[in-house]
């Protein structure tokens, strides 16, 4: 049923609150039978067939589902039928973007509101990932501009009560799906979530919605057994939710803190001054949030990056097409694609201060000769010591999504291949000596990002310029984005002249004949260590809470005792704080269970998963240097 039309949140679950309780046990098994039910448009409504004699009418208000009345079933049950529900929990969730005015006449000048996409590519989206689904849009978590904490005479002012209790009915969303766990997260939890979310973003609390809607389509996409779907993400994405919701919901939050905790709904543009741009490389983007398209990263004449986006509603498919989609600067009438090998002259532009570039009515650009990569000002960024670009780049993964400056995250390599490794990821060596995992930035079947590092893979001895964005999670592993040829090294990458000396590995589809390998010297490289086993422990037992619940914990060996004799004894002290509070139920003076919240389990949890975190970030950063 991908021909459905979106959906609100709040219209999702006005249909699953008038559900009688006999039939809210039904819902999920009735999802799975409506993935089969025929989908027809007309008029201006949408027709789901059920069968023969029941069929459910959507009617579009601006192509979307607004309200529960919008969902119309023929049924002798309706409107508390479980049709409508079904229908409804398949379609798009809609992020009312649509619907909001733009911030100011700058603003709108820009174009309509597109992802960011440092956002969306780190964000799960691609590449590695990410924070929020700051990609922009429901991953931006954009809400109400008026929504958002304001300053007045330079002071912030504090969150207001409905502010408050938005972030609190995140974190009792949140803390509900921990509860549950993955297997036990059906529709009832995941509504309830986007219901939080719905009332998260019409407050201002932009950053908790982006997380708690990257939650919602990791719940949705583990329901459905989609190939991207990891459980590592969605602790991450979990993790986020609940640290952001938690903090803002505390009375003693201060006010200076607060602004930076709701994040913002769109990103004001500024004038540039005249901008002469360099293509560097084009990049695929797929969000969680439903977003996709590509980000191309140009570079000025002082070397700074920024990003021009083509990003809209669709998944791997639309990115696989959108490289070839025409710049949204001028009419200089270049392709993404295009642009990355060439340059531009631009004026009037305008740009965020994250260095996105904006598409106004009033840009004027033409195409400009562009650079290679050996040649000044890319060159620079492989002049730049490692060292300091492992720090930027971690401090940058640090920071929400969209709030990064355009290419802080990325590093610039240069490093001689030295074979396979495990899975598709390739084995280098950098100037340095130092060993590094080239992998695969997204494993969508529709980008070539894996076909390629499976090539490189057997091209021992070549020497390559590689710009490629950390995994956090694992040790000098670089998702690899685009390679070209070191300068100096002869001809062991032969690549077409259309090409101008690099390959975006998303796009560009290498072939065997382009690849000859150098001298295929021996190297005393080994691929670095997956990790510390210890923080991997705990890191296992922090995703079995969100794939098993508090339920499963609660019978679990936890083995702290492993922690102890790491000496990770915090680590040790905070699994067996999450077993105790999953253990724990209040009972009554008749030994029977009371309510319980899950308050206490989902604290617990929460300081295991950021401990495991902060650690695990500083063992792999440092997992870069001699």
Known sequence: ???????????????????????????DEAVTRAAAWPVSTADGHVTITVDDSTTVTLVLTGGVVRTGADARCSCLLAPNCLHRVAVLALAPVHDGLDDEPELDAQAAETGPPGADPVSAMDGRESPAAPADPDLASAADGRAAPGASITAVGGEPQPLSTRQRAAADGLWRAGAAVLAAGTSGSGLVLRTALLRAVHEARANGLHRAAAAGTRVAAGLQAMREAQPQFRLAEL???????????????????????????LGVARRGYDPQAGLRLYGLCTVPVVAESGYAGTATYVVDRDGRLWTVTDVAPGGADRAARSGDTVVALGEAGLTHRELT?????????TASSSGRLGAGRAVRAVRAVGAGWSEQPLRGLWEQPLDEQVSRAFA???????????GADLLFLTVVVRGKAAGDA??????GGAAVLLTVADD???????????????????ELLVVGRPEPGRRASVAALSIGLAPGTGDGLRLPPSWSGHADLGFDRLHRSQLRSGDGAASTARPPATGDPALQLLR?????????????????????????????????????????????????????????????????????????????QTLIEASWRP
């Open 396 to 406: 940058a993964l640090g920071e929400p999504a969209g709030d990064r400056t355009a």
């Open 444 to 462: 969508h079947p529709e980008l070539a990002y894996r076909d390629n590092l499976r090539l490189l893979g057997t091209a021992a001895g070549l």
């Open 341 to 349: 090998r060439a340059g531009m002259i631009v004026s009037g532009g």
């Open 235 to 261: 602790t991450d994405d979990l993790r986020d939710l609940l640290s952001v919701a938690h903090r803002l919901r505390d009375p003693a939050l201060p006010d200076e803190q607060a602004a930076e905790l």
């Open 1 to 27: 049923m991908s021909d459905l039309p979106a959906v609100t949140a709040p219209a999702l679950a006005e249909t699953l609150d008038a559900l009688p309780g006999r039939l809210r046990k039904k819902v």
């Open 426 to 431: 390739v084995l280098a060596e950098t100037a």
């Open 540 to 616: 296992r037992h922090v995703e079995r809470m969100v794939a098993g619940g508090r339920a499963v914990h609660a019978l679990a060996d936890t083995q702290e005792r492993s922690l102890r004799r790491a000496r990770l004894d915090l680590g040790a002290y905070l699994l067996a704080s999450v077993t105790a509070a999953a253990r724990h139920r209040s009972r009554n003076v008749f030994g029977r269970v009371t309510s319980d919240d899950g308050e206490g389990f989902a604290r617990a949890w929460l300081a295991a998963a950021v401990y495991e975190a902060a650690a695990t």
